[in-house]
């Protein structure tokens, strides 16, 4: 929850015409077993472990897959919660996650008011914040948030993004300094250097991280999605169709898979 590039990803979710769609195309045993476990949330919706266990997955799947339909899923399983004067952090939180992934900006930046009014420091909720104010061009506000992260690979890498709008060789400069491991954090730091390197006409170094940054996680939906458009925009569409054979089911993929056929077989 602490990768503000991936909390303010630009894809727009896929919306599937029905749940019978929905719990197909998503080939997974998980959604099934999520759904068992939110109709058992239905007859009781106090259950505190139950909501989050329920809407943290609904929430998960709803990222793996770029899927707007499991988002509403998440919110509809916290909806006794939210309500509440004494609703869990750990629950406005996911609140807050979902609104931010609907786009829904002033609506989660209301939740995570609540939060931080009661945890000033709250690690997630800055971050969150941080990444709701970059997307919004509130850029001198989010590097407020940005300051007061604790962990240094995420504060310079929070701080670099707001950077670049305005001096991206300076952002990317301070990115390259930095040293990564195999963690979230560093394959999202690895993720918006890549970017960077790429808007500086820096194919070969774009190349190298995200090469790096897919070594860490293979599976992560809006990684793929502008590690794609990096090599359509580099004409390179058989490895479009090569990084994206698999990942057919998620719709933002499948489309850019569509678009490296049309365009590799129009260059033939």
């Not at 979710?13 to 959604?31: G, I, M, N, R």
């Not at 509440?84 to 930046?109: M, V």
């Not at 993004?161 to 930095?178: K, V, W």
């Amino acid at each position: 929850m602490l990768l503000l590039g991936f909390l303010a990803a630009e894809a727009s979710p896929y919306l599937p015409s029905d749940d019978e769609t929905l719990f197909q195309s998503s080939a997974s045993s998980k959604a099934k077993k999520v759904k068992k476990l939110a109709q058992a949330l239905k007859a009781q919706p106090q259950n505190q472990e139950l909501t989050y266990l329920v809407a943290n997955q609904y929430l998960a799947l709803g990222k793996a897959q770029a899927d707007l339909r499991f988002y509403s899923y998440a919110s509809a399983a916290l909806e006794y919660w939210i309500s509440q004067q004494d609703c869990p952090l750990e629950l406005l939180l996911l609140e807050a996650d979902i609104k931010q992934y609907e786009h829904k900006f002033e609506q989660a930046l209301e939740i995570l008011q609540r939060v931080l009014k009661e945890d000033e420091l709250n690690q997630v909720a800055l971050a969150m914040r941080a990444a709701i104010f970059h997307e919004l061009g509130e850029y001198s506000k989010s590097n407020q948030d940005c300051r007061q992260l604790e962990n240094q690979l995420l504060q310079t890498t929070c701080l670099a993004l707001n950077q670049s709008i305005l001096e991206p060789e300076l952002a990317y400069q301070t990115l390259s300094r930095l040293e990564f491991v195999r963690d979230d954090a560093s394959q999202w730091a690895l993720t918006i250097a890549a970017e960077i390197a790429a808007r500086l006409a820096k194919p070969l170094e774009a190349e190298l991280y995200y090469r790096r940054a897919i070594a860490i996680d293979d599976h992560d939906v809006f990684l793929l999605g502008s590690y794609a458009d990096f090599l359509l925009d580099q004409g390179e569409y058989r490895r479009v169709l090569e990084l994206l054979a698999d990942k057919q089911e998620i719709e933002i993929l499948a489309l850019r898979y569509k678009l490296a056929q049309s365009l590799g077989a129009s260059d033939a």
